[in-house]
């Protein structure tokens, strides 16, 4: 029989560039006005908020730091789902005809 065995690498610090880079495009696609140019800011932002949530699940932390990383996953997971809803938002307003 054949056994695998899983090594999990646990990171001691995230990185900060990417904890800032998910917020700016968070903030982008919110703040974006060109509706040609939303799903897009959307899609960027939603990816950014994914790879920062596998990068928190690997980072160690301990006290404060830990009540910080378990913030911020919560803070992703608010940011994904208004982003869910923007989305729909934008979905719904393209497919209804345009008002003349």
Do not use: H
């Not at 509706?35 to 690997?58: K, T, Y």
Request: aromatic share 8%.
């Amino acid at each position: 029989m054949l056994s695998l065995t899983l090594t999990i690498v646990r990171y001691q610090n995230p990185t900060p560039v990417v904890a800032q880079e998910w917020r700016a495009l968070y903030r982008a696609a919110l703040y974006e006005t060109d509706r040609q140019s939303l799903p897009l800011r959307i899609a960027d932002a939603e990816r950014a908020i994914v790879l920062r949530g596998r990068e928190l699940f690997f980072v160690v932390g301990q006290g404060e730091e830990a009540e910080l990383l378990d913030e911020e996953a919560k803070l992703l997971e608010d940011a994904l789902y208004a982003l869910r809803a923007l989305r729909n938002c934008v979905q719904l307003r393209t497919r209804e005809p345009e008002a003349a």
